[in-house]
Antibody, heavy 126, light 108 residues
């Protein structure tokens, strides 16, 4: 079974830091780009960050750029999100999500998010 | 940033009926990069449709997607009790990979 499991969430004070982890199993982790997506309580989905399969390329939402750092360790089948300078607006369930792809009939691939973890809750409050 | 607007915000339907959900993008994204997800309470989202009209593995054929340019539709035929959930569209054409605000499909 293809699976990702997040950990590391918790309660942190504004201005604090937290590091999320995600462990993958059931697929060749090093062959896939990975994302973090978050969902504030009662709200919709927000893409947060992406890292390429080899960890060379990264991308961030403007709302977290300069504060969050995504990384991965392919030897450990693990993805990470270091979150610094946290604000109450960062409170959310954070999902680790695989970037899936399927070849199209043309020269490019179709992309989507196909393996989602159950999420880990981050609460930023004083 | 590409903004995705889903309508209606809430749709009330009965089992056995057809539901039609809409997603409009602020710029052309190309049907290859439009994705639909389903989320039930307390659960992670689940991939339904990619490339606007291709069903993901294991998704029943009562779910279908269509559209092009800036207008996309998710149609659910013969609604089953387990289909009542929140549905999100997402674009994968350019970063940031934005989601719509969601359509809640309620039982009438």
């Amino acid at each position: 079974e293809e699976k990702v499991v997040e950990s590391g969430g918790g309660l942190v004070q504004p201005g604090g830091s937290l590091k999320l982890s995600c462990e993958a199993s059931g697929f060749i982790f090093s062959g896939y780009g990975m994302n973090w997506v978050r969902q504030a309580p009662g709200k919709g989905l927000e893409w947060v960050s992406f890292i390429s399969s080899a960890g060379v390329d990264t991308d961030y939402a403007e709302s977290v750029k300069g504060r969050f750092t995504i990384s991965r360790d392919n030897a450990k089948n693990s993805l990470y999100l270091q979150m610094n300078s946290l604000t109450v607006e960062d409170s959310a369930v954070y999902y680790c999500v695989r970037k899936g792809m399927t070849p199209s009939p043309y020269y490019y691939h179709y992309f989507y998010m196909d393996v989602w973890g159950k999420g880990t809750m981050v609460a930023v409050s004083s | 940033e590409i903004v995705l607007t889903q309508s209606p915000g809430t749709l009330s339907s009965s089992p056995g009926e057809r539901a039609t959900l809409s997603c409009r993008t602020s710029q052309t994204v190309g049907s290859s990069y439009l994705v639909w997800y389903q989320q039930k309470p307390g659960q992670a989202p689940r991939l339904l449709i990619y490339a606007a009209s291709s069903r993901a593995t294991g998704i029943p054929d009562r779910f279908s997607g269509s559209g092009s340019g800036t207008d996309y539709t998710l149609t659910i035929n013969r609604l089953e009790p387990e289909d009542f959930a929140v549905y999100y569209c997402q674009q994968y054409a350019s970063s940031p990979y934005t989601f719509g605000q969601g359509t809640r499909l309620d039982i009438k």
